[in-house]
């Protein structure tokens, strides 16, 4: 009895465990569809599309799955619904500005759910274009948090590779800022210095940013 206990107890840790996987091996696949969708199949000439798959080969993701997600991104593939990347628009509590940055094979369900979300927390969907004129596009590369360099050195990190601004918020993972030209010169030379990043190359950023206490 107790070994059969054991072996269930293994079972539902490993079922766990996969599910996990299987979850980051979807998201990492549908950021490969995206880049090869926008900037084509060649690695070589898309820079979004070669971090991807870097970020992919650094999850253990089979390299099976990675060609699979580039066909499918690039129309190799037959019979497959296509990804796409849309920003939608909408209004927080308070009046606040939000940007939605989506991957999706189904417009009309992602509106849906997404206008569901924003009602929810006392908000509303928008139009495009209603809040748009608020943010700036750049390109935002996340740093490690155990990244065992004091603000010091991050700042100076920051400016030799070129960046523009760099966010080290208090128990966060330190952003470098840069414009969306610079972003892979700017991830080149920080990882000359071996250090592990996050590229998120379509990002919006606000051009004012309010704080606003709770109130209970």
């Known amino acids: 009895m107790s070994g059969h206990s054991k072996w269930a107890q293994i079972k539902r840790k490993k079922a766990v465990t996969d599910a996990k996987r299987g979850a980051v091996f979807a998201k990492i696949a549908?950021?490969?569809m995206v880049a090869a969708?926008?900037?084509?199949p060649d690695p070589d000439h898309n820079f979004r599309l070669r971090f991807a798959i870097e970020k992919a080969k650094a999850n253990l993701v089979p390299a099976n799955n990675i060609q699979r997600a580039i066909e499918k991104g690039s129309g190799q593939a037959l019979g497959e619904g296509n990804i796409e990347e849309i920003i939608y628009e909408g209004y927080g509590p308070g009046g606040i500005g939000i940007m939605v940055l989506c991957t999706t094979d189904n417009k009309n369900r992602t509106v849906q759910d997404l206008r569901s979300y924003f009602t929810k927390c006392g908000g509303k969907l928008a139009e495009?274009?209603?809040v748009s004129w608020m943010f700036s596009k750049c390109g935002e590369i996340k740093l490690p948090a155990n990244l065992?360099?004091?603000q010091e050195k991050l700042y100076e990190l920051a400016i030799n590779a070129g960046a523009s601004d760099i966010d080290l918020s208090e128990g966060e993972n330190p952003i470098v800022i840069t414009s969306p030209d610079e972003l892979?010169?700017?991830q080149k030379n920080i990882s000359s210095q071996n250090i592990v990043q996050n590229v998120f190359s379509n990002f919006n950023i606000a051009d004012d940013v309010l704080k606003e206490e709770m109130k209970h």
């Open 30 to 32: 549908k950021e490969i």
């Open 37 to 40: 969708r926008l900037g084509g």
């Open 128 to 130: 495009s274009g209603a």
């Open 148 to 150: 065992s360099k004091s």
């Open 184 to 186: 892979e010169k700017v």
